[in-house]
């Protein structure tokens, strides 16, 4: 049982360039996002989703781009990267249970990209 | 809007002594509230949570967390500190029910003296 995996652990990119962040779980969660990570902000959310087929935007989308078509995949995809996208990027996942309470959200050992 | 605001971005104790971190909150129903944990170089690990019941949570490690809906707050405590928990500490309150959703506080980065 990996958890939750995210690649790569590094990466510097050019302006304008285009990435992908590779995000995976091993737990079956329904719920998957990507947080950004920049210093004195804490962490904030960029697009979540509850389930295969479905997104949706956090605080920070724009610049950004997901999909989600397998319960175990949330790839995030920068499409022409911006010396303002420079963070750590953390993939979670989570089950969700209904109304009543959140399960533990699984977090990843992040991504930190550079963009010059 | 739903915000958390932890008003101490550093803090430095001394190796035995306690600890409080304080997180103060603003959200419109019952919230969910969580302590996460990031040591250096390292993703976060969930000390505790609160949903209903019992205000005082115990968590991981020795941590404990009080809940007060009167002051809007859910305080970290621990009453004897190590230098293994140098870190940085979040508080995090669940947007609303049944998406997952998270919002993070600042964070507040502990130093230990020895």
């Known amino acids: 049982n990996a958890g939750v995996t995210q690649t790569p652990k590094f990466q510097v990119l050019k302006t304008g360039q285009s990435m992908t962040l590779q995000c995976a779980q091993d737990?079956?969660?329904?719920?998957m996002s990507w947080y950004r990570q920049d210093p004195g902000m804490g962490l904030r959310l960029i697009h979540y989703?509850?389930?295969?087929?479905?997104?949706d935007q956090g605080e920070v989308p724009n610049g950004y781009n997901v999909s989600r078509s397998t319960t175990e995949d949330f790839p995030l995809r920068l499409l022409s990267a911006a010396p303002s996208q420079t963070s750590v990027y953390f993939c979670?996942?989570?089950?969700?249970?209904?109304?009543?309470?959140?399960?533990?959200?699984?977090f990843g050992p992040g991504t930190r990209l550079t963009v010059l | 809007a739903q915000s958390v605001t932890q008003p101490d971005i550093h803090i430095t104790v001394s190796e035995g002594a306690s600890l409080e971190l304080r997180c103060n909150y603003s959200?419109?129903?019952?919230?969910?509230l969580f302590w996460y944990v990031q040591s250096p170089g390292q993703g976060l690990q969930l000390l505790l949570k609160?949903?209903?019941?019992?205000?005082l949570v115990q968590g991981i490690k020795g941590f404990e967390a009080e809940f007060k809906r009167s002051q809007s707050s859910f305080n970290l405590r621990k009453p004897s500190v190590h230098w293994s928990d140098a870190a940085e500490y979040f508080c995090?309150?669940?947007?609303?029910?049944?998406?997952?959703?998270?919002?993070f506080g600042q964070g507040t980065t502990l130093q230990v003296k020895p």
């Open positions: 989703s509850v389930g295969a087929g479905i997104t």
């Open positions: 609160y949903f209903s019941g019992d205000t």
């Open positions: 995090a309150v669940g947007g609303s029910s049944n998406t997952g959703k998270l919002i």
């Open positions: 737990m079956n969660h329904e719920y």
């Open positions: 959200y419109g129903a019952t919230p969910y």
């Open positions: 979670a996942s989570s089950r969700l249970t209904g109304t009543d309470s959140y399960n533990e959200q699984f």
